[in-house]
């Protein structure tokens, strides 16, 4: 069974760098497209980037100046660093797999998800 | 951008209702879409991707379709279970969800 955990720090300062991981477990992440995604509280889900096992990215456009996603597949990790943060980042920040059947180009959905974790930014 | 409109944000129903939720695309996504049920204080969870197609394991009573622009997603006949917030997703460019849809007993 394929499980995803995500991991960082729970509080961020007002203009620094939040950073993530996720640890995949149960199955490769060879041909899937890795994404954060996050959820104000109360609010609708904001798919913020994604990332192949090539190392190849696509970033939300209204993120895309702040965002950069890595992939390390020797550790079955990817993450997220979101730079200049503000309170309206304040999310709870998951991490999810997705999968394209061989469309080209490519076109995921998200199958397995992370638990979440919330990420609050404060001064 | 792709923006993608639900209504209604909220629906009241009981137990055993048929009840549908629409979800529309401010362009054509062809059938790239995906609906999720997301409890509180959890992940969402995949229902139906590429429109109409019923992800493993998830009961029948759910359904899809639509494509280009206007989407439906149908619950039978609701269960105890099924109250939660729904949410559609486009897949066609980069990746949009709709507000969601709160699945309230009345």
């Known amino acids: 069974q394929v499980q995803l955990q995500e991991s960082g720090p729970g509080l961020v300062k007002t203009s620094e760098t939040l950073s993530l991981t996720c640890t995949v477990s149960?199955?490769?992440?060879?041909?899937?497209?890795w994404s954060w995604i996050r959820q104000p509280a109360g609010k609708a889900l904001e798919w913020i980037g994604r990332?192949?096992?090539?190392?190849?990215?696509k970033y939300n456009p209204s993120l895309k100046s702040r965002v950069t996603m890595s992939v390390d597949t020797s550790k079955n990790q990817f993450s997220l660093k979101l730079t200049s943060v503000t309170a309206a980042d304040t999310a709870v920040y998951y991490c999810a797999r997705g999968l394209n059947n061989n469309h080209v180009p490519p076109h995921y959905y998200f199958d397995y998800w992370g638990q979440g974790t919330l990420v609050t930014v404060s001064s | 951008d792709i923006q993608m409109t639900q209504s209604p944000s909220t629906l009241s129903a009981s137990v055993g209702d048929r009840v549908t939720i629409t979800c529309r695309a401010s362009?054509?996504?062809?059938?790239?879409l995906a609906w999720y049920q997301q409890k509180p204080g959890k992940a969402p969870k995949l229902l139906i991707y590429?429109?109409?197609s019923l992800e493993s394991e998830v009961p029948s009573r759910f359904s899809g379709s639509g494509s280009g622009t206007e989407f439906t997603l149908t619950i039978s006949s609701l269960q105890p279970d099924d109250f939660a917030t729904y949410y559609c997703q486009q897949y066609d460019t980069y990746n949009t969800f709709g507000q969601g849809t709160k699945l309230e007993i009345k």
């Open positions: 990332i192949y096992t090539s190392g190849s990215t």
């Open positions: 590429k429109a109409s």
């Open positions: 149960g199955g490769s992440m060879s041909t899937y497209y």
């Open positions: 362009q054509s996504i062809s059938s790239w």
